[in-house]
């Protein structure tokens, strides 16, 4: 089992930076990739970056491509998401989320932390 914690979400403007952080705890050493995930009011949960953790292999969506970055750190904290260029559009609830090895989905989730870009 794995539990993870998500934090650093709050409100920023336009153009700003934000910096999200995941903490995982229990069978870390199970996990074979970890990601950020985010909704919006009104729609579906969708994915937003994700790491492998043994190479260190990143992906993104196409909509945060070259404004996010993903990347891991130690076991308290192993993962992070760095957001630039933020736009009113990147407002979402931001979960954390963890596959175990072996696996082929997303297994384990965050709380969730709440991002709002506005002026």
């Known amino acids: 089992q794995v539990q993870l914690v998500e934090s650093g979400g709050g409100l920023v403007q336009p153009g700003g930076s934000l910096r999200l952080s995941c903490a995982a705890s229990?069978?870390?050493?199970?996990?074979?990739?970890m990601g950020w995930f985010r909704q919006a009011p009104g729609k579906e949960r969708e994915f937003v970056a994700g790491i492998r953790w043994s190479g260190g292999s990143t992906s993104y969506a196409d909509s945060v491509k070259g404004r996010f970055t993903i990347s891991r750190e130690n076991a308290v904290r192993p993962v992070y998401l760095q957001m630039n260029n933020l736009k009113s559009e990147d407002t979402a609830v931001y979960y954390c989320?963890?596959?175990?090895?072996?696996?082929?989905?997303?297994?384990?989730w965050g709380q969730g932390t709440q991002v709002t870009v506005s002026s």
């Open positions: 229990g069978s870390i050493f199970s996990i074979d990739a």
């Open positions: 989320a963890a596959k175990l090895g072996g696996g082929t989905r997303y297994n384990y």
